[in-house]
Structure formats: structure tokens, C-alpha cells
């Protein structure tokens, strides 16, 4: 080796595990005549990189400019290395584990090579379910640990074929160094459960009943689908009747880009996530006269859209059985109401088995389930933008890095509804795949196992557990039996939080916290919210009117509960409140009668401040939506309602919403009783619903923009975060970012985190690992 010659060390962190980093830097380093090694280190890839100078900084240029198409790179350390050993050619080793930070790549889906490769009749991957390479393919969902290699995934019980192997260990195959690997002759392999065709007979099976008026279910990357012809009305309504489904809107997978187009309205922007790597759900715009039954989103002007990402997927449009299948399938979860999507054969005969015709699965497991992640676009001053409604396949784990410097490992455990978890280390923060509603006790079972897969494969052992405040959540309970120091925070804290740390705001801001239900620090149900908050502290300085829930968790569900109740308040003459809610028809007199007996005893009646449960009052009070059959189905009712509307009055001014005031602690009160008692006499006076649906969320968003500025006078604070589920509401959050913006607030938006309750663990994280710093900051 020439005395000229000099040795760098290159540590690359981020996604570089499982995205073809390794084999790309060793194409690199040949082509520029650079000796050396390239290595997983579990935390990073590292690489030693020897020449002439020259050639190392065209090295180093190369890999920061053109790296994997799938890596992202977040930081680079580049040193020299004074006593180098020297190398006669560049070789990928053996991976070693050390310490660090850990990036784990989400999976991917299925590139064009592939899925040309995939129809291509003379390719021995023709029509190979489980076809992948460098760029594409599982990668989170089949890995036990770091650093990712086979022997550490679930592909280690398929070993390789000599053509496979050749193509693993040749730099110019696109397949080099790619773990999940294989073809027909050594990979896994379909079969229907309880019966006997396997390989290529049971996918054809399967197409046959789907395309005959069957379900199926479908084992795909991370878990199972239930799947049938979404143009065939009939066996779209027997899936909903199967599935305790009947209003819900179901996704559909269409076989291409041009079946999306026929169907929905999209932009440029939203073809390119629908058609890029990671193909999460997509809320689209329905078009008129398109194929879709209408079962699919009933009463709904958008339809949620994807396109195949696995290949089992793609062939279940396209194979040479000669059958004939629609361009549109329902791809629904494959799970029982409540429970965590199935992924292995037990749990979907358990489940699945009444719901599907035929179960078409593989012998590949899936270590880690991942539920479809599912994306809607806001659109704020003309801009539209992602605006994510649950975060998981393709997206988690994917850190969320703070420029705060903290130093600590945290687990949060998430809330009740729409459960994911965070494991925070140091200043990144991974946020989990979606695991669902932990009131079954299967959800729960999930994220007990997920939680201690992620912990060992991010090699964190947290110092303390971070949980709602709520002592009743399964998800609080679960916290406490993990022998950890337990750190309860606020759930609508959480909220705020999570919304800032996703946008690495770290300083006081004004946070809006609307959502459902949450645990208040006074024991009451919290859900309309105004906090002064930062990553440490937080104070209640404002919240919507409180009034009566009659009716504990069935007013969650009936809205016509809540409607009654802010009609009581207004109306204390017996007589004519009932006969105000009989004429509104929001219940009958058996009804009306128990729940003002609850009002005046005070049984099963709590003090609330839920914005949630004000839409659904709204909801019922307006005649849209009387009672919900799954979470928010009011509120959407509500907000299509006001959105149809608007289309036809885009430019109609609202009434003027009631002033602000303030009680007797200092704390801005919007006054929504009595604003919700004069828009159910407007409706008594004949005016449109519509309008009125309209008005509610102009009205409201105006409260809430009067209420900000009203605490701005007080603590010169111009920053405001809007978070938690009633900001899933487009509308409301499209009219309060504009107006507060119009009155020069700077506004932080959610994008990637949901505002809903899937995004509160990276703000019980967050919050979490600040409290932690403190201490030990004081203890020093």
C-alpha cells in the first residue's frame, strides 16, 4: 500500500440497517478503487475507507450525495485513522454489536424492479409471492434483533439456494447483501389454512372466492387483511354484518394509479405518497359515478386508498389463473372488533375464521405486527399538507429527534384508545406501530409482547415508565406491573407536548387540546382544553364550558345524551325541556325521564369539558347523527354535514360567536352552553342544517381563537400547538390555524404524529425524559 494513502473512519447513523447501505458503499468503494470493510454496527454502518486522498473524499462526496434510495442518513462522523491497518481489497464483514443509538428501518414496500421482475414470465421470481431486494421488502416486521442480518430475522429458517447465494454475495446483483432474499426453490410458501392447496393453487383458490363474491383473509407483511370485491354490494354489506361493522368506512386497495384516478380526486403531491415507498392509507376525494358501492364509506366524501405493497398483494389482481378480478378490493385489518390485527396462523383461524371463506397464509413469521399506517391531508392557507391519522407501517419506528440535549432512557406506555407506545433514548424518540384499543385484552397482550420486542431490539432498559393520568387505563395498569418508577402524565399535556416535540418546539406555547375524553387533575372528564405548557411544566389557563355527562361511557355513544343535557341547562322548567328534546327527537319520554332522574340525583353523571362530546351533541341536536356506532362517527357526520355546505357557500359569513369570559379562578371560559342552546333554536326556526353544521365550526374555532387571545394579553406567548382527536376535524383545523395566524400566532400543526391519542406516547415521552433530565441535573 502506498505511504500516500490515508485511512478515514466513516460512522453513518439513521436508517441504514436493512435498506442496502452496506452493498452500496461497497459498489462505491470498488468503483473508485477504495480499499477497506464496511460493517452494521447495530447503531450504525461503519466503514474504513483507504486511498489516495482523492479517492476518500470522493468517497465520503459519493455517499452523502447519492446514499440508498430508502437510508436516511442523520448524522455522518468522519475521523482519520493514524495506525490504520491496510487493506488489498473492500469487503462487507461480520456485523458487531455495540452501543448506541438504534435506527430500525420500517418496511417496505414493493419496488418497480421487483414487481417488473414479479409478472416477468421469464424470471425465475415469476409470480414469487415473497419477491424483494436491497430496495424493498419486509424489514421491521421480520427482525428478532441488531445488527440486521439473516441470522437475526425470520428468513433464518430459509436458507439460501446457490442462485440466491450468488446473487447475495455478487456487488452488481441488486440483491447483494439483501437478508429476506429468495425465490420459489428456498423461500417461504402460500397455503390455505385447514385445507390442502398450497403455492400456486391456493392463491388461486383465494382469487377464485374473492372474485366470486368471497372474503378471504390475507396474510401480508404485518399482519393479516380481510379482503373482498369492493364494487360487489352484496358481500361488502355480509363483511360489515361478519364484523359488528355496519357504518365504519373500510379501506380499499386498488390495483394501480390509474384505478385510484378513475375513483378519487388527487393532487401531485398525494400521488406521490400513494405511489412512493411507503403507501400508507390514503384519505381521497371521492368521485362522483366511480365503481365503489357505496357500503364502502357510507354518507363519507372521502374513501381511504392504497396500492399493493407486498407482492402477495399484487397478485391477487394479476395472475396467469385467467380469472377476472376487480380493480378494487376491501383491505380491512383481519382482526376481531377490539383486538390487535392477527399475525400468525392461530390467531387468524381463532378470529378470522367466521369472517373469511378461505384463509390464505405463509410460512414466513411475522415477528412484529404492523397495521396499515393511514394518512389524510389538511389544507391551511391554500397549502395542503400530510396530516397523519394512525402511524405505522412504513413510518414506525422512525425517531423523532429533539435538539434539546437529554440524557436517559423512557418507555411510555401510550393511552386507552388508538394505543401506541414510545421508547425515548437520549433526544430520539421512537414511536411505535399502531396496536389498537386496549380494552380487549388481546390488544393488551399485544402490547405487552411489542413492548419488550422493541426494548430488546433498541437495546433500551428505561429508568422509568411514563402512563396517562387516568388510574383506570389498562395502559396505566400495565405501567405499574413493570417494576419501573412510574411517571403518570396529563393526558391533554401529553397531547400539547407531542405536537411540539414533532416540531422540535421546545419553548412555552399556548397548546389547545381538544379531544374526547381525558383525565383531568381535578378528577373530572377534561376534553376542551387551554394550557400554558412546556416539556416540563404545564398550566390550565382556559377550557370550553363544563356541563353534565349523563350516563357514563353511554354518552360516548349517544350523543342524544349530551344534546339533552346542554338543552337541561338552559331550559330547568321540566315541562318544556322534555318537550323540547321529544320535538327534536332525541329520545322518547322513557328516556327523557331516567335522564333528568340522572341529572337530578346526580347518578352516573360526571362534570365534563369534552369538546368531542360537544360535536356529538351537536351532532344529535342538529338531527345528523342521534347515536355513534364506533368512535367519531358523529363528529365526521358533523363535519361532511358542514362541508357540503360550504361547497355550495364557500363564502358565507357565520354569526357572530359569543365573547369569552372568565370564572373565578383567572381561567378563560368559552361559553358553549348557551351558544349550543341558540343553535338548536335556530334549527327551530327553520335554518338549514347544513348552515348550521357550518356555523358550528366557524363559531367554535372563533372561541377558540378569542380564548388565545386573550391568554397572549396575559403572558405575551404567540406560539399556540392544536392537538388531541377533534383536531382530526379538517375543517375546525384548517378555520382556527388561518384565523390564528390572521392574528399573527405562529401555529404548530401535527404532520407524521397523529393528534390524535396514537400520538400521546411520544408526549409522555417527551415530557418524561424532560422531568428525568431535571432531577438529575439537580442532583449534580
Known sequence: MNDVNITHRIRLYGIVQGVGFRPTVSRYAKALGICGQVSNRGAWVEVLAQGTPEQVTAFEKQIENAPPERATVMKTEIKAVDRPIYFDDFQIVDSEKVKGAIFVSPDIAICDQCKTELFDPDNRRYLHPFINCTNCGPRLTILDELPYDRERTSMKDFPMCSDCAEEYTDPASRRYDAQPVCCPSCGPELYLLGRAERGHEAMTKTRRIIADGGIAAVKGIGGFHLCCD??????????????????????????????????????????????????????????????????????????????????????????DDGIDMPDSLVMTSGNAAGAAICHNDAEAQRELSHFADVILSNDRP?????????????????????????????????????????????????????????????????????????????????????????????????????????????????????????????HHYAHIVACTAENDVDRPVIGLAFDGTGYGDDGTIWGGELFIADWQHYKRVGHIESFWQLGG????????????????????????????????????????????????????????????????????????CRESTFEGEAAMALETAAEMYEAVHPDEAAHLSPAVTENASGQVVLPTTAWFND????????????RLAYAFHIELSEMMISACCRIRERCSIDTVALSGGVFQNKMLTRLTAEGLKARGFEV?????????????????AVAAMSRLQNTTDQQK
Not at 395 to 412: C, D, E, T
Not at 679 to 690: D, F, N, P, Q, S
Not at 748 to 759: A, R, T
Request: hydrophobic share 45%.
Open 748 to 764: 404548530l400543526l401535527h404532520k407524521l404524529v397523529p393528534p390524535n391519542d396514537g400520538g400521546i406516547a411520544l408526549g409522555q
Open 553 to 624: 361511557d353511554a354518552a360516548s355513544k349517544e350523543g342524544w345524551r349530551i344534546a339533552a343535557a346542554l338543552l337541561m341547562a338552559e331550559h330547568p322548567d321540566p315541562e318544556e325541556w322534555e318537550a323540547l328534546v321529544l320535538s327534536l327527537g332525541l329520545c322518547d319520554v322513557k328516556q327523557a325521564r331516567v335522564l333528568k332522574m340522572m341529572a337530578e340525583r346526580k347518578i352516573n353523571a360526571v362534570r365534563s369539558t369534552s369538546a368531542g362530546r360537544l360535536f356529538d351533541g351537536a351532532a344529535a341536536g342538529l338531527g345528523i
Open 230 to 319: 369492493a364494487e360487489n354490494a352484496a358481500v361488502v354489506a355480509r363483511l360489515r354484518h361478519l364484523k359488528h361493522r355496519p357504518h365504519k368506512p373500510l379501506a380499499v386497495m386498488m390495483r394501480d394509479e390509474a384505478a385510484v384516478r378513475r375513483e378519487c380526486v388527487i393532487d401531485a403531491g398525494q400521488a406521490r405518497i400513494l405511489t412512493g415507498h411507503q403507501k400508507p392509507i390514503l384519505l381521497l376525494e371521492k368521485k362522483k359515478g366511480g365503481r365503489l358501492c357505496e357500503g364502502i364509506a357510507p354518507g363519507q366524501l372521502t374513501v381511504g386508498v392504497m396500492l399493493p405493497y407486498a407482492p402477495v398483494q399484487c397478485l391477487l389482481f394479476d395472475y
Open 366 to 490: 411475522i415477528v412484529t405486527r404492523a397495521d396499515d399506517s393511514v394518512m389524510d391531508f389538511v389544507t391551511v392557507d391554500g397549502r395542503r399538507q400530510p396530516y397523519m391519522i394512525r402511524r405505522s407501517r412504513g413510518y414506525a419506528p422512525l425517531p423523532y429527534r429533539v435538539s434539546l440535549p437529554m440524557h436517559g432512557q423512557i418507555l411510555a406506555v401510550g393511552g386507552e384508545l388508538k394505543n401506541t407506545f414510545c421508547i425515548g433514548h437520549d433526544q430520539l424518540f421512537y414511536p411505535s406501530a399502531y396496536v389498537g384499543d386496549l380494552a380487549d385484552v388481546r390488544t393488551l397482550n399485544a402490547l405487552k409482547e411489542s413492548t419488550a420486542r422493541m426494548l430488546t431490539l433498541l437495546k433500551v432498559k428505561p429508568q422509568a415508565v411514563a402512563c396517562d393520568l387516568h388510574p383506570r387505563y389498562q395502559s396505566t395498569r400495565f405501567a405499574g406491573t413493570l417494576g419501573l418508577p412510574v411517571m403518570p402524565i396529563q
Open 679 to 690: 343553535l338548536i333554536a335556530r334549527k327551530a326556526t327553520g335554518e338549514e342544517t347544513g
